[in-house]
T-cell receptor
Framework: NAGVMQNPRHLVRRRGQEARLRCSPM?????VYWYRQLPEEGLKFMVY????????ESGMPKERFSAEFPKEGPSILRIQQVVRGDSAAYFC???????????????FGQGTRLTVV | AQSVTQLGSHVSVSEGALVLLRCNYS??????LFWYVQYPNQGLQLLLK??????LVKGINGFEAEFKKSETSFHLTKPSAHMSDAAEYFC??????????FGTGTSLTVIP
């Protein structure tokens, strides 16, 4: 069973371009989470999705950022018109449904390191 | 709403010394608690978790943590630090709504 797959691992974009970050959850996992990590800072929650639904996007900036988790295919975090402040590591995690204490943890991908130049 | 507090963003210990990383949480219901470790340029990997049952849980690499409901704490310990333990450590709580809340992390330095 492959782990959570994120691609690309490294992404360089010029200011004003779009960045698309992909996350394929582990097989059987219907919950996907996106986090942003800046140097010397912890993990900042961005969005929590289940298949075709956004459950909690309270951590997403109101503009330029969007996320989806379609019925088929990976989850996508999309950043439009990137600015230098968007440079960070973006991590995706997945988990199966909570079943009475079993399978309770989130599994993380290796992250995508976005650099805006 | 849940929150997780990790006291001490940086902790330094000598090789062979006790490691103690502190975590306190706020939760209105019994939570699921986790410790994750992150090595440079890597994702997070699970060290250990508490769901139900025994309050002292053992994880990988000799780490363990104790759930203390009365203190709302879930501190991480290891009797003897190794150089390879140098990393970032995150405490997390999962609520019944399947949301994960992470602390701000503690960077552990091991001094030879």
């Amino acid at each position: 069973n492959a782990g959570v797959m994120q691609n690309p691992r490294h992404l360089v974009r010029r200011r004003g371009q779009e960045a698309r970050l992909r996350c394929s959850p582990m097989k059987g996992h219907s919950h996907v989470y996106w986090y942003r990590q800046l140097p010397e800072e912890g993990l900042k929650f961005m969005v929590y999705l289940q298949k075709e639904n956004i459950i909690d996007e309270s951590g997403m900036p109101k503009e330029r950022f969007s996320a989806e988790f379609p019925k088929e295919g990976p989850s996508i975090l999309r950043i439009q018109q990137v600015v230098r402040g968007d440079s960070a590591a973006y991590f995706c995690a997945s988990s199966p449904p909570n079943r009475g204490g079993l399978n309770t943890e989130a599994f993380f991908g290796q992250g995508t390191r976005l650099t805006v130049v | 709403a849940q929150s997780v507090t990790q006291l001490g963003s940086h902790v330094s210990v000598s090789e062979g010394a006790l490691v103690l990383l502190r975590c306190n949480y706020s939760s209105s219901v019994p939570p699921y608690l986790f410790w994750y470790v992150q090595y440079p340029n890597q994702g997070l990997q699970l060290l250990l978790k508490y769901t139900t049952g025994a309050t002292l849980v053992k994880g990988i690499n000799g780490f363990e943590a104790e759930f203390k409901k009365s203190e709302t704490s879930f501190h991480l310990t290891k009797p003897s630090a190794h150089m390879s333990d140098a990393a970032e450590y995150f405490c997390a709580v999962r609520n019944t709504g399947n949301q994960f809340y992470f602390g701000t992390g503690t960077s552990l330095t091991v001094i030879p």
